[in-house]
């Protein structure tokens, strides 16, 4: 083998090895989880109505949304409404899914009992 031919060959590797790794894309971190543990029952008190705290539950995990300007009195844009599980809804309906949620405070996590 002449050297341009191997010199062409770890090129080709080494562009396809940073592509893929380009590629690869995270999970978004499930936050580690501690205090409040409530029941889907449970959680629909929190739905931010009447100086309730405004709760809402992804993957098993509570956010507390109380403090989000775009969660207001409960509702989100009157589309989605706090004190539920809303794991579909934000999955497939959220135009930015789950991202949104990095930054909002952890509070708990769902349970059954």
């Known amino acids: ?3 341009r031919r191997v010199s062409k060959m770890v ?3 080494a562009v ?3 592509i893929l790794a380009g590629c690869s894309s995270k999970a978004p971190e499930t936050p580690t989880v501690t205090g409040l543990e409530l029941t889907i029952e449970e959680l629909a008190e929190f739905d931010g109505k009447d100086g309730a705290k405004a709760y809402i539950a992804v993957d ?3 956010y507390d949304v109380t403090d989000v300007r775009e969660w207001a009195g409960g ?3 009157g589309k989605f409404t706090a004190g539920r599980d809303l794991t579909t809804e934000i999955k497939t309906l ?3 899914g789950v991202s949104k949620l990095s930054g909002v ?5 769902i349970v059954t009992k």
């Open 105 to 109: 405070p952890v509070v708990g996590k």
């Open 75 to 77: 509702s989100h844009w």
């Open 1 to 3: 083998m002449d050297i």
């Open 94 to 96: 959220s135009p930015h």
């Open 60 to 62: 098993g995990v509570i």
């Open 16 to 18: 396809a090895v940073i």
């Open 11 to 13: 090129i080709s590797i």
